[in-house]
Every structure is written in C-alpha cells, then in structure tokens.
C-alpha cells in the first residue's frame, strides 16, 4: 500500500493472513556481515581491530595506527620502547593521541596489552571514489535569488582567507586549469612528494575541486557549486589515488592545525577504506575532532553498495556528513545511484546522511588548460555538497558544523522509509532549501519532478505486483529506485522491474541480482505507466521511490498475493483471528488481537521489521472462546511490519504497512 495506513487515532483491521513457516525462518536471518578482514573495530576485547588480527600470521612488520589514552610525548613513547622493542615512527598526531609506525606481530600483541594503550589498527590502504546536477538540486537558482557565491571579501578578481575557505584532502589540485588558476588555491600541502607548489598527477583532486568551486571560466556550464570560494589543497594520495591511512589522518591533522591560517571552513574528503567501521578508527576520530574544531566535515560514503554495512572510514565518523549519491534529471531522472555505499554502520548507527549529485558529472580534467572530464561516483557528490556548505555559510558565515548538518537533514526532500535510512540517509539534498533557510531568506525553488514512496511484498516466485501511474506530463523523466531490504544473495529474493507505457508496450526493464534495481525513461507521452515488480526467486519485502510527474497519482492495481491468499484462505471466521492496530499518538503503538480458541491452549505473537529482526513479542494461555490481546509496541517509523500469531497446533503470519 501506499502512504496509507494508521493516522491518529484511525484503527486499521487486518485479515490474519496464512504464509508458510519457513517465510519466518527466512526473514529472522539479519543480513550477511562483512568477513573479519573488511572489520574496521575490536570485536573481541583484546584491543586489536580485526582487519589487524586477520593479518597476524606471519612475523612480517605491519605499518599499524596506534591510539593512546593520553598525548604521545618522547617520554611515553620511549617506555613503550622499552617494552616491546623499538620500532619506526611515521606521524605523531595532534588531533588525536596516538602515533603510526611499522611493527612486527609480538610487538602488537604486547603493545596491546599496555594499559595506555587504547587500541591498534592496521594502517590499511585508502583510495579515491571514483552538467546539470546544479540546475536540478537548487544550486543555481539559489546563487541567481540569494546572492551567495562563495566571495566574501567583495573583491571577484581575487581570493583570501576572508571569502569561504574549501580544502580539498585529495590528489592535489591542477592549478594550470582555467576554472582553478588567478591564485585560488591559497594553501597547499603535499604529503606524499613534499612539492611546494600545488599539482596533481592523478585528476581526482582537481575533478572534485572544480565541483566544489571551479570558476566556470573555461565552460560557464560546469561552474563549481561555490565558484567564488577559495580553496586550500592537500595531497595525501599518490599518482594511482592511494595512500595510507596515517597519512590522511596526518592530512586532517594539518588541516585543524592550519584553520586559522587559512581560515578553512570546510573540508571536503572523497575517500577512505572499504569495509565496515564502527567510527571509533583513527580517521573517524580525526574528523570528528576537525568538527569539534569549527570545520564542517564532508565525506564519501563510498562505491560498495547496494549492500548493507558498506561505509568504512572516514565515512562512519558520527559528526561528519556522509554523503551518498544519486543521479540527475539530466541524467533521466532522480534515482539512488546502485554503488553508492549503505549503512548501517558497524555499530548499528544510520549513515549516510544525505544523497547528493554524483552520477556522470562533468568538472575540470588535470592536465588541460579548459578540458572537462565525467566521472561518476560518491567523490563527485561530496564537494558538491561542500560547495552546497560553503554557499550555506556565505549567507550566515555565524553557523556552526552541527547547525549545518542539521539544516542540510531537515530541509532534504525525504526518500525511503521515513526519516533517516541507511539508503539514502535523509534524502535526496534540496540544496536551495538549505541556502534558504541558512540565511533566513524566502523564496520557491527550482521545478522538479514529483515524488512519490510505496512498500509491499511478494510471498514467492513468479509473484507479480501491478502500480500505475497517471504522467501528466512528458517534461521530467520516470525513474524508480527499487530496494530490496531483507535481500541476502542473488536468488534471496530476486525482484526485477518493468516499465509499460499507456499503449501497454514495455519501455524499461531491470532485472539485476542485486539488493536494488532501476529504471530510468524519458517519457514520450502522457497517460497511465504501469510498474511491474515480479519475484524471479524468492519473497520477501521492496520499497521504491518514484520520481515523475504527478508521481502521487501512484496506486496498486494488482497485489497477486493478496488476491491469491482471498481466493485460497478457507478458515472461518470462528477460527481466523482478527487483528487491529491501533495508534496512539507518535510514540506509542499497540496491537490489538482478537481470536478464538476451541480449547483451553497456550499462544505466542510476535512482532518483526521488514528485514525480520523481532520488534517484541509476548505469550499467554487463551481460553476455550474469545480471547483478547494488547502487545504494546515501541515507536516505530512509516514501513512494513510482519506479525505470526501461533498456537500449540496452528500459525498465522501476516503483514501490516505503516505510514504515518
């Protein structure tokens, strides 16, 4: 169903409905976590993260992060020599207590056991991340009506640390380019060759700093988000767009160091590890001091997905703003870009925060004097964001990271299920609405397409569910973004996608083996579309977004499961318990059961989310007769829920979608 359900006091009666057990043994199974050697964290107490352990086989020296419960001096560290040997020290830290350094195994493991000693980590490889996205986000109709572009010293023809400051922790930035050149990079660090002059022997930098604030200067249609900011450089990555993990810490160290120098107010970092982080590694912590620090902290959240427990570090940093990517309408149509990393974290915490532009964007190519090259990927969505911040700060330079992040989530336009997601995070980034409301202003943002959300499931293979859509209009694309949220394996469960026009002729399809499908159509005529979902293998739930014209005309035709549990459901009503749900405000639900027993005889209900995680449950001994029951439950936001009500000789399972 869509967008209807329980609205205050409203009581919704459901048929208890008949699915076999084993549906329930499928979705009690939480999804797959990732193997020991992608485990950003300690998971077993001995203060040694995991992707270190599974690295301790052999007596090899291990370049390792090393964080301390107080500031490294010479005295400690020499101490610490003492006991395990003597070993090289890479970076000592200022933003964080601890140090990098190369050790051998039984230096670990000794090492590991001083009480100083917070934990170790393996200082493991960090990569990069590898038009019309500020049109369609709000960015160019809000420099055009605000007046914000990122100059706040007045003087267009110059730049210094009084206009919006941006620092790229990157590649470098090719200052040869046209967009980048007249003394806009004003700081620079290179930890990587020492150079003193900015430079880039990659592209990745540059790309993403001419997002963030290219001038425009060699094609106006590929300005950066914030093209009158200045920026600060800082290369941490080598020619083939790796580095190390102590060396971006040591980056970020610089940078909170040098704040005041520069007057840096955002930093903009599109990279990091892969795997699953808890946001208690090195990096994490290095930038959640930055923000601590007064800077505004924007990450990748990274190109693992559409699985879940997909963000690494810097990305799980709690502070930070994670940002995930999508696609445009000039790209046909708003939709979730399938690489983008998912969450939750390690520790269970939603990311990312926020989705940005990131699919084919086109920004400055290294190398040229006004070539343009297109990538694709969560780099490309963070300085967008960046610049998005900067802009942010340029109509109230007084704003804290914390009131910008805070703005950034409200004014998104929601996607998913409601509230934050560990898809989308808050949702598609509505950068003229936070420009808005960052500076008090009034006024309507840009046209777009509609929007719309839906959730159902499908019991089984070859099950088929049927919505319409009335397109009004051919001036935006259709696009859906299909997920999946109990998947667990290419066949378990496999939904694919269709797209028919109003003649009935299929025009899009998409049949991955992923978590996500999707489709993106540009419409040649008005009428009414029909979505096809169809299991190829398996059940379990899907939610989609749709984004269209007149995309709230949406509505289910066809839900084969339903109709096929009506036609085939032959308990009576003596035997078949009835259920209401009732809501009591927002935080407080209860479900209501009525059922009759024709004997004296012991049951149980249980409660589940859409992925079949138990919500809570409770037992009791019914009577011969009616029997009444009301399980209270915590708060729970708008999606689908499954419920199994079961006596010593029959069960019952049945479904419920809540929107509130």
């Known amino acids: 169903m869509i967008k209807k359900g329980l609205e205050g006091a409203m009581i919704k009666y459901l048929s208890l409905l008949f699915i076999p057990l084993f549906l329930f043994s499928f979705l009690n ?10 485990l950003l964290y300690d998971t077993d107490g001995d203060k040694i993260f995991q992707n270190l352990n599974y690295l301790l086989t052999s007596e090899e020296e291990i370049p390792v992060i090393v964080l301390l419960n107080e500031a490294p001096s010479d005295a400690l560290l020499s101490q610490l020599e003492g006991k395990v040997g003597s070993f090289p020290i890479r970076y000592r830290y200022q933003i964080i207590p601890g140090f990098s350094g190369i050790l051998r195994r039984d230096q670990i493991l000794k090492l590991a056991k001083e009480e100083v000693v917070s934990h170790i980590e393996y200082d493991c490889p960090v990569s990069a991340f590898l038009g019309t996205a500020s049109s369609w986000f709000g960015v160019t109709k809000a420099r055009n009506d605000f007046g914000v572009d990122g100059d706040r010293d007045g003087n267009r023809s110059s730049y210094s640390k009084n206009d919006i400051v941006i620092t790229i922790l990157d590649t470098g930035i090719d200052i040869g380019h046209y967009d980048l050149d007249g003394g806009k990079v004003i700081g620079w660090k290179d930890f990587i060759n020492g150079r003193t002059t900015p430079y880039d022997d990659n592209g990745h930098g540059t790309h993403c700093a001419s997002i963030a604030a290219g001038e425009g200067q060699a094609n106006a249609n590929y300005k950066g988000v914030a093209y009158a900011s200045a920026l600060v450089g800082v290369k941490v990555l080598n020619s083939a767009g790796s580095g190390s993990l102590s060396t971006i810490v040591a980056g970020v160290d610089w940078v ?5 120098t520069y007057n840096i107010k955002v930093l903009s970092i599109s990279l990091g590890t892969s795997g699953s982080s808890n946001g208690q590694d090195a990096l994490s912590l290095a930038c959640n001091n930055a923000v601590d620090n007064g800077i505004v902290v924007v990450v990748a ?4 997905g559409p699985n879940r427990y997909t963000i690494g570090s810097p990305a799980a940093a709690e502070k930070v703003i994670t940002v995930g990517a999508m696609a445009d309408c000039g790209e046909k149509g708003f939709y979730l870009a399938s690489f983008s990393s998912r969450g939750p974290t390690a520790d269970g915490r939603i990311k990312p925060d926020i989705s940005a532009p990131g699919v084919n964007i086109t920004a400055a190519k290294k190398g040229t004097k006004n070539q343009y090259v297109t990538y694709s990927g969560t780099s490309m969505a963070t300085p967008f964001i960046a610049g998005v911040c900067a802009l942010m700060l340029d109509a109230n330079p007084n704003l804290t990271p914390t009131q910008v992040k805070n703005i950034l989530s409200n004014t998104a336009q929601d996607w998913g299920p409601s509230g934050k997601d560990v898809d989308h995070g808050f949702g598609r980034n509505q950068a003229y609405e936070a420009i808005k409301s960052a500076g008090g202003y009034t006024g309507t943002g840009p046209a777009v397409p509609g929007h719309a959300y839906a959730a159902e499931y499908l019991g089984g293979s070859g099950r088929t569910d049927i919505w319409q859509v009335n397109v009004n209009s051919t001036s935006y694309p259709i696009a859906i973004t299909l997920i999946m949220p109990n998947w667990s394996s290419t066949s378990n469960p496999d939904f694919d996608l269709y797209l028919y026009n109003p003649s009935g002729s ?10 996500q499908e999707v489709i993106a159509y540009t419409p040649t005529t008005t009428g009414n579309y029909r979505i096809y979902v169809k299991s ?5 739930d899907y939610f989609f977004d749709l984004s269209c014209a007149n995309a709230t005309s949406l509505t289910l035709i066809q839900d084969q499961d339903a109709t096929e549990r009506e036609n085939s459901n032959q308990m009576t009503s003596e035997t078949k318990p009835v259920l209401s749900l009732k809501v009591s405000g927002i935080e407080k639900r209860e479900a209501s059961f009525i059922f009759y027993l024709d004997r004296k005889e012991r049951f149980t209900v249980c409660f589940y989310d859409g992925i079949g995680r138990l919500i809570t449950s409770a037992a009791g001994e019914g009577k011969k007769g009616e029997n009444r029951l009301t399980v209270n439950l915590p708060a729970i ?3 689908v829920y499954f419920y199994r009500f079961a006596t010593e000789r029959n069960s019952f399972t049945g479904k419920v979608v809540v929107a509130p």
């Open 29 to 38: 199974k939480e999804l797959a976590i990732p193997a020991e050697e992608n």
């Open 506 to 515: 299929l025009v899009a399809r998409s049949e991955g083996t992923t978590r």
């Open 536 to 540: 190829y293998a398996g059940a379990g």
């Open 256 to 260: 909170v160091q040098n704040k005041a």
């Open 637 to 639: 936001g708008k999606g």
């Open 301 to 304: 959240a990274g190109n693992s």
